[in-house]
């Protein structure tokens, strides 16, 4: 049953940002990205998603994805994930405030012969930065 299977792999990535283990991301993911592309701000190879967990799990060293709910219809998979952690390393250019968050969002990925071939990601970055205390870029005054 593919729909069943694809959660599973969802599960096995969600646990990747959780544990910071990099090799289920080459199980998953071609080193050349998602054939089917991937929506703004998503991750477009291995390596670029790679570098995402490794800069959250420094950021938030307790970091935990927890899988809130996930429907699949044959090789597409929906989810709603829920970020926790505490801001104890620098996240791109802001040092740690030492704030705890929590922090929401929606993949829908789809795939094809085990792999993700199709990543689109939609949560509001600008809103995790307000959380932490920190301006998003382009909202200063003046």
């Known amino acids: ?5 694809n959660k599973e792999l969802v599960r096995r990535m969600t646990e ?3 544990t910071g283990d990099l090799t289920v991301v080459d199980e998953l993911l071609s080193a050349d990205g998602p054939a089917g592309g991937s929506g703004p701000g998503t991750p477009k190879t291995s390596t670029d998603l790679k570098r995402k ?3 959250l799990r420094k950021a938030f060293p307790d ?3 927890t899988v809130d709910r996930m429907v ?4 597409t998979v929906a989810f709603r994930w829920t970020m926790t952690g505490t801001h104890l390393g620098p996240l791109l250019r802001h040092p740690p405030t030492g704030r705890a968050i929590e922090h929401a969002g929606t993949d829908l990925v789809t795939f094809g012969d085990g792999r993700i ?3 689109y ?3 509001n970055f600008g809103d995790l930065l307000g959380k932490l205390g920190i301006e998003p870029v382009g909202t200063r005054a003046g």
């Open 1 to 5: 049953m593919p729909a069943e299977r």
């Open 16 to 18: 990747a940002f959780n």
């Open 53 to 55: 967990i490794t800069a």
């Open 63 to 65: 970091l935990r994805y």
């Open 72 to 75: 699949a219809e044959g090789e």
């Open 117 to 119: 071939v199709e990543h």
């Open 121 to 123: 990601a939609a949560d």
